[in-house]
T-cell receptor, first 114, second 112 residues
Framework: KAGVTQTPRYLIKTRGQQVTLSCSPI?????VSWYQQTPGQGLQFLFE???????NKGNFPGRFSGRQFSNSRSEMNVSTLELGDSALYLC?????????????FGNGTRLTVT | QQQVKQSPQSLIVQKGGISIINCAYE??????FPWYQQFPGKGPALLIA?????SEKKEGRFTISFNKSAKQFSLHIMDSQPGDSATYFC???????????FGKGTTLSVSS
């Protein structure tokens, strides 16, 4: 099976712009989660989608949003970018139908805000 | 209460030695404790996971020890190899493992 695919791998944006990141989960996985990874804060949970519905949300401002499509693919949007949004954004998919189903991470999108 | 505290921040171990990484949590509602391994330029990959109803789980050279009363769990890497050099994250969750709270990570370097 192909793994979790995230596009693009790298992005450079200017403060104030918006950005959309894309994630294709492993085939058959209906849950997609997003995490932000920075050197200072580590890995932080953004949100999780299951069957096109946001099922769980972390403690991030409303500038961070996401959605999931009927084929389980997911997008994450960050509006009004700030310098502090520079990070590695990781997408993870799981079956999420059995408790403790492991998360399978993609290799991330590296976002740099200048 | 949502934090997972991980130590040490970095670790240097000789080839063949034992690497030990520790984590502590406060939220007693957590019921799933995975460890992830991350290499540079890659996403984290699940190594091994444990639930609170067992005190130890072993998979190959990797062992999780879990102490429910102390709210602590640790990863032991036996016979550490240079290929184990990576960043290790402990995590915890109480929602089927999809909303993970991660520790800050431990950078392991195994010298040959």
């Amino acid at each position: 099976k192909a793994g979790v695919t995230q596009t693009p791998r790298y992005l450079i944006k200017t403060r104030g712009q918006q950005v959309t990141l894309s994630c294709s989960p492993i085939s058959g996985h209906r849950s997609v989660s997003w995490y932000q990874q920075t050197p200072g804060q580590g890995l932080q949970f953004l949100f999780e989608y299951f069957s096109e519905t946001q099922r769980n949300k972390g403690n991030f401002p409303g500038r961070f949003s996401g959605r999931q499509f009927s084929n389980s693919r997911s997008e994450m949007n960050v509006s009004t970018l700030e310098l502090g949004d520079s990070a590695l954004y990781l997408c993870a998919s799981s079956l999420a139908q059995v408790a403790g189903s492991p998360l399978h991470f993609g290799n991330g999108t590296r976002l740099t805000v200048t | 209460q949502q934090q997972v505290k991980q130590s040490p921040q970095s670790l240097i171990v000789q080839k063949g030695g034992i690497s030990i990484i520790n984590c502590a949590y406060e939220n007693t509602a957590f019921d799933y404790f995975p460890w992830y391994q991350q290499f540079p330029g890659k996403g984290p990959a699940l190594l091994i996971a444990i639930r609170p109803d067992v005190s130890e789980k072993k998979e190959g050279r990797f062992t999780i020890s879990f102490n429910k009363s102390a709210k602590q769990f640790s990863l032991h890497i036996m016979d550490s190899q240079p290929g184990d050099s990576a960043t290790y994250f402990c995590a915890a969750s109480n929602q089927a493992g999809t909303a993970l709270i991660f520790g800050k990570g431990t950078t392991l370097s195994v010298s040959s």
